[in-house]
């Protein structure tokens, strides 16, 4: 199985700050990298499809970058609803398998 | 829209089998574009896939090796839904279960675009 890690485990943040998540990959996914976002007792929302593709409806704060087996998820100016866990997903091979998660919280 | 809604029990007792179901509106289990997954959620585990099953002239499955011996994912056509049953649960299964979509399967874009609102089960006696 493909492992995807990701860092920081948490973070603290202000509103308005720049926040960067960073997953790696345990081998070359290519692109095909997903991020979502989830608030307590929400199931995982979709963020960012192939590494970078915006999902409709998420706000252009929110961007993806990354190839291979480093990977960025970055929010320009967190803003007050941002506060929540993100996580990475492959889906290069099954079974797809996830980040454990990087909590974003109010500093 | 696609609306994936959940429905089974929150608790089973440990070597008795947990069983869910995904009730699918907006879209059609026999889809052949798509795929239907479970996945669940616990503090230990994280998230994690089980399975899926999809239509493509006949039926497939496929399982995660951790749950392989005790997992069947079955689609109900005429519900247009799909189920979840794990058999021989122990505390380890307890976590949220999830149902969800991809909706662009096989390719570089897929992804999980559709989810259930997530059943928490305990294993407990």
């Known amino acids: 199985d493909i492992q995807m890690t990701q860092s920081p485990s948490s973070l603290s943040a202000s509103v308005g700050d720049r926040v960067t998540i960073t997953c790696r990959a345990s081998?070359?996914?290519?692109?095909?990298l997903n991020w979502y976002q989830q608030k307590p007792g929400k199931a995982p929302k979709l963020l960012i499809n192939a590494a970078s593709s915006l999902q409709s409806g998420v706000p252009s704060r929110f961007s993806g970058s990354g190839s291979g087996t480093d990977f960025t998820l970055t929010i320009s100016s967190l803003q007050p609803e941002d506060f929540a866990t993100y996580y990475c997903q492959q889906s290069y091979s099954t079974p797809q398998t996830f980040g454990q998660g990087t909590k974003v919280e109010i500093k | 829209q696609v609306q994936l809604q959940q429905s089974g029990a929150g608790l089973v007792k440990p070597s008795q089998t947990l069983s869910l179901t995904c009730a699918i509106s907006g879209d059609s289990v026999s889809s052949n574009s798509v795929v239907w997954n479970w996945i669940r959620q616990s503090p230990s585990r994280g998230l994690e896939w089980l399975g899926r099953t999809y239509y493509r002239s006949k039926w497939y499955n496929d399982y995660a090796v951790s749950v392989k011996s005790r997992i069947t994912i079955n689609p109900d056509t005429s519900k247009n839904q799909f189920s979840l049953q794990l058999n021989s649960v122990t505390p380890e299964d307890t976590a949220v279960y999830y149902c969800?979509?991809?909706?662009?399967?096989?390719?570089?874009?897929?992804?999980?675009?559709?989810w259930g609102q997530g059943t928490l089960v305990t294993v407990s006696s």
């Open positions: 081998q070359s996914i290519s692109t095909y």
């Open positions: 969800a979509r991809d909706g662009r399967p096989f390719t570089s874009r897929s992804l999980f675009d559709y």
